[in-house]
C-alpha cells in the first residue's frame, strides 16, 4: 500500500501562486503513475494533472494548461503541482492519487487506487 500526504494549499489572491506537494510512503517502488485531482462544493472531482513516475509523461486538463505544471523529484517520492495565475475557479480541495502496476497516466479518478487526505486552496477575487 501507498500512503499520500498533500501540503501547501492556503489562501491566496487572484493572479497569485501556489506550490502544492504531494509525499509518498509505502510500497513507492509500486508507483507507475501520480494525479492531481481538485474538487469543488456541490461538483465532482475534477481531472487536473498527472505524470508517469518513471518518465516524462504529462497530461493536463485544458483548464489549467500553461498556468500549472506537475513535476517530480523521485529522490524525496513526491509529486509536485506548481500553480500560477490562480482564478477564484481554481478554489476547491486539492488530492493527490496513484497508480501502480505499471499503469499509465489517466484522467479518471477510477484508475487510481491510492489517494490523500487532501488540501484546500482558496483563490479570492
Known amino acids: 500500500q501507498v500512503q499520500l500526504v498533500e501540503s501547501g494549499g492556503g489562501l491566496v489572491q487572484a493572479g497569485g501562486s501556489l506550490r502544492l506537494s504531494c509525499a509518498a510512503s509505502?510500497?513507492?517502488?509500486?508507483?507507475?503513475?501520480m494525479g492531481w485531482f481538485r474538487q469543488a462544493p456541490g461538483k465532482e472531482r475534477e481531472f487536473i494533472a498527472a505524470?508517469?513516475?518513471?518518465?516524462?509523461?504529462?497530461h493536463y486538463a485544458d483548464s489549467v494548461k500553461g498556468r500549472f505544471t506537475i513535476f517530480r523529484d523521485n529522490a524525496k517520492n513526491t509529486v509536485y503541482l506548481q500553480m500560477n495565475s490562480l482564478k477564484p475557479e481554481d478554489t476547491a480541495v486539492y488530492y493527490c492519487?496513484?497508480?501502480?502496476?505499471?499503469?499509465?497516466?489517466?484522467?479518471?479518478?477510477?484508475?487510481?487506487?491510492?489517494w490523500g487526505q487532501g488540501t484546500q486552496v482558496t483563490v479570492s477575487s
Open positions: 492519487a496513484g497508480r501502480s502496476l505499471l499503469a499509465d497516466v489517466s484522467s479518471r479518478a477510477s484508475d487510481y487506487r491510492d
Open positions: 509505502g510500497r513507492t517502488a509500486s508507483i507507475s503513475a
Open positions: 505524470i508517469k513516475w518513471n518518465g516524462v509523461i504529462t
